[in-house]
T-cell receptor, first 116, second 109 residues
Framework: GAVVSQHPSWVICKSGTSVKIECRSLDFQATTMFWYRQFPKQSLMLMATSNEGSKATYEQGVEKDKFLINHASLTLSTLTVTSAHPEDSSFYIC????????????FGPGTRLTVT | QKEVEQNSGPLSVPEGAIASLNCTYS??????FFWYRQYSGKSPELIMFIYSNGDKEDGRFTAQLNKASQYVSLLIRDSQPSDSATYLC?????????FGAGTTVTVRA
């Protein structure tokens, strides 16, 4: 079946550096992908909608200059956390919609980011 | 007010019992409703989705939707230790999902 992958699965970076997370749809095309963030013991919060070939749409309160999203192809969206700080440490999960009418989404396995 | 609220839990049930999870949502424009299971450190896994009023059964799981009351529930019958996880309720407006905070379920052997 369709699979969404993420790379890396975990990353540790120093405060002030940038880190890029990739989200790929493996056997289907995704013109839209979604990026979520989950802090420990909290639920998933939608950060932004990634649109192939156009600008991402960010949710209220998410800094678009800090969380750069690029959706350059039909199978790849990237999220770059710029000038990362310890408060950006979180579990980042991407998803892509299925083609069904139920609005179901395929979720990636997530990327654990730790900023030291 | 949060868009999706779940009973706070944690919920502890003996093996073989029924676990009952509840969820309310505020956005009347929501079209689809989902129950996900999430193990610690992992991504959510879809258990069921429902978009019509009434009950939907899939194996040991039954979801119920009442749009008039803006209420969604999930019953887990014959609970197994492997069902121990956090259960997330989500409402969907088009493809945008709003998640509840989750209810942690522990099934005691």
């Amino acid at each position: 079946g369709a699979v969404v992958s993420q790379h890396p699965s975990w990353v540790i970076c120093k405060s002030g550096t940038s880190v890029k997370i990739e989200c790929r749809s493996l056997d289907f095309q995704a013109t839209t992908m979604f990026w979520y963030r989950q802090f420990p013991k909290q639920s998933l919060m939608l950060m932004a909608t990634s649109n192939e070939g156009s600008k991402a749409t960010y949710e209220q309160g998410v800094e678009k200059d800090k969380f750069l999203i690029n959706h350059a192809s039909l199978t790849l969206s990237t999220l770059t956390v710029t000038s990362a700080h310890p408060e950006d440490s979180s579990f980042y999960i991407c998803s892509a919609p299925t083609s069904g009418a139920s609005y179901e989404q395929y979720f990636g396995p997530g990327t654990r980011l730790t900023v030291t | 007010q949060k868009e999706v609220e779940q009973n706070s839990g944690p919920l502890s049930v003996p093996e073989g019992a029924i676990a009952s999870l509840n969820c309310t949502y505020s956005d009347r424009g929501s079209q689809s409703f989902f129950w996900y299971r999430q193990y610690s450190g992992k991504s959510p896994e879809l258990i069921m989705f429902i978009y019509s009023n009434g009950d939907k059964e899939d194996g040991r799981f039954t979801a119920q939707l009442n749009k008039a009351s803006q209420y969604v529930s999930l019953l887990i019958r014959d609970s197994q230790p492997s069902d121990s996880a956090t259960y997330l309720c989500a409402s969907g407006n088009d493809y945008k999902l709003s998640f509840g905070a989750g209810t942690t379920v522990t099934v005691r052997a």
